[in-house]
């Protein structure tokens, strides 16, 4: 089974946390990977480029000369392709650069992709991360304290609080991210990643292979109560429902 290493405030190893194998110990498939990341990188294209063909530039409405005796190639508009400030032919108009991929090939892509970080150790887990200023030298300083200091680092918190985001938002080497939103580009592109241990259980049970599993409920806590039984509908109630949904029929006339 895989184990993470959770991080003390000193950034040593105090444990190692074990995860499920079969959502972050799979083998990673590279075209499934590619997959994944071109489809998030095109989904950030704004689309919005456009150009003016030669219906759409204005002027041009004129014969520039006469068809012949000039000496010169005939032109009809100089609006045209050819021109210089005429219309350009083909040119890009605006338009999606949306790709479609199937749920569970998604959410496959991103269990390998947190597995590999797992196999090659650039991943690891805090309890908590700890800072509730909005100060950028406080959250650098206690990134520094586990080891993180300049390398492009990944962040996976449960929550992101407005003082969280203040002071990561003026690191240009971190990323601060939820559990719920984390892609699979996100985890490939930057060297280290750093989990909260809530968050990645949360994860974990959100990529588990058979769906979604509920977290799990806290100690003295109740199991809800079962709906009641709807009571049987009388049998004679029912037939002669049905009896009254049933199109009746029309006798034949007879033939003349």
Excluded: C
């Amino acid at each position: 089974m895989p184990s993470v290493p959770v991080l003390d405030g000193k950034g040593k190893s105090s444990q190692a946390l074990e995860v499920s194998a079969d959502v972050f110990g799979v083998t990673p498939r590279v075209p499934l990977l590619h997959q994944a990341v071109v489809k998030e990188m095109a989904a950030r294209r704004a689309g919005t480029h456009s150009t003016r063909g030669r219906s759409q530039v204005s002027g041009g409405g004129r014969k520039p000369w006469k068809q012949k005796g000039t000496g010169r190639a005939r032109q009809g508009s100089i609006r045209a392709t050819q021109w210089k400030g005429g219309g350009r032919p083909f040119g890009p108009r605006p338009r999606k650069y949306d790709k479609s991929m199937p749920s569970e090939m998604r959410r496959a892509a991103l269990r390998e992709a947190v597995s590999a970080k797992i196999g090659a150790g650039h991943m690891s887990v805090v309890e908590a991360l700890g800072v509730t200023e909005a100060k950028t030298k406080a959250l650098t300083t206690r990134l520094k304290d586990l080891g993180i200091a300049g390398q492009p680092t990944l962040v996976v918190v449960g929550e992101v609080t407005e003082g969280l985001q203040r002071a990561a938002r003026n690191v240009p080497w971190l990323v601060l991210e939820t559990a719920g939103h984390v892609s699979v580009y996100q985890v490939i592109r930057h060297e280290r990643v750093l989990f909260e241990k809530a968050a990645l259980q949360a994860l974990e049970r959100t990529l588990h292979p058979d769906g979604a599993i509920a977290a799990p409920a806290p100690a003295g806590t109740a199991a809800p109560a079962a709906a009641p039984a709807a009571k049987a509908e009388p049998a004679r109630a029912a037939k002669g429902r049905a009896a009254a949904k049933s199109p009746s029929k029309t006798p034949r006339r007879p033939r003349a």
